[in-house]
T-cell receptor, first 110, second 114 residues
Framework: GQNIDQPTEMTATEGAIVQINCTYQTSGFNGLFWYQQHAGEAPTFLSYNVLDGLEEKGRFSSFLSRSKGYSYLLLKELQMKDSASYLCAVVSGSARQLTFGSGTQLTVLP | GAVVSQHPSWVICKSGTSVKIECRSLDFQATTMFWYRQFPKQSLMLMATSNEGSKATYEQGVEKDKFLINHASLTLSTLTVTSAHPEDSSFYIC??????????FGQGTRLTVV
């Protein structure tokens, strides 16, 4: 089976930096995604990591350590619009299906 | 970028009726499509994986006779919720993938069964 853990909720202040962690246990690992989801909307792609290391894309960065089964999403210069649920999703299996974590609800305060 | 269109965006139906949700990849051929269900304040739960021209693979606990999935072409997959009940009310989301690992999501369908 697969197990993906991420914190349920986080709160941060506008302009700050926040790191959302994700740990996973899976067989046949094929990569890890981070998605952003606003309430009532479909998830939108943020990042994809398949090799160890840091991927930077604007204000968002994502890190992966395959040996540790660990990833984090780093959000810099937080804006109010960043308040959303952030989903960690692992790709695995021959069908390369995505299995999602429970999501981290981030609230950005003024 | 790749676009996945899901229709309808929301639907209200009477208990006992069936509802069909369509998922189309507009500018790419989707070799694999996935159907998810999401209850309020919960994450996406994979219901089934479908490949064009073959039967869908359902996740444990998902009734294949209740949630009929058809992936008849490389650009269209449908999910039919048969004999819907109020507990089937949820947010249903499809995603489609080509050769790249990234899956692209439809807009989602909010189903309310009354």
């Amino acid at each position: 089976g697969q197990n993906i853990d991420q914190p349920t909720e986080m709160t941060a202040t506008e302009g700050a930096i926040v790191q959302i962690n994700c740990t996973y246990q899976t067989s046949g690992f094929n990569g890890l995604f981070w998605y952003q989801q606003h309430a009532g909307e479909a998830p939108t792609f943020l990042s994809y990591n398949v090799l160890d290391g840091l991927e930077e894309k604007g204000r968002f960065s994502s890190f992966l350590s395959r040996s540790k089964g660990y990833s984090y999403l780093l959000l810099k210069e937080l804006q109010m619009k960043d308040s959303a649920s952030y989903l960690c999703a692992v790709v695995s299996g021959s069908a390369r299906q995505l299995t999602f974590g429970s999501g981290t609800q981030l609230t950005v305060l003024p | 970028g790749a676009v996945v269109s899901q229709h309808p965006s929301w639907v209200i139906c009477k208990s006992g009726t069936s509802v069909k949700i369509e998922c189309r990849s507009l500018d790419f051929q989707a070799t694999t499509m996935f159907w998810y269900r999401q209850f309020p304040k919960q994450s996406l739960m994979l219901m089934a994986t479908s490949n064009e021209g073959s039967k869908a693979t359902y996740e444990q606990g998902v009734e294949k006779d209740k949630f009929l999935i058809n992936h008849a072409s490389l650009t269209l997959s449908t999910l039919t919720v048969t004999s819907a009940h109020p507990e089937d009310s949820s947010f249903y989301i499809c995603s489609a993938r080509e050769v790249r690992p990234e899956a692209f999501f439809g807009q989602g369908t909010r189903l309310t069964v009354v």
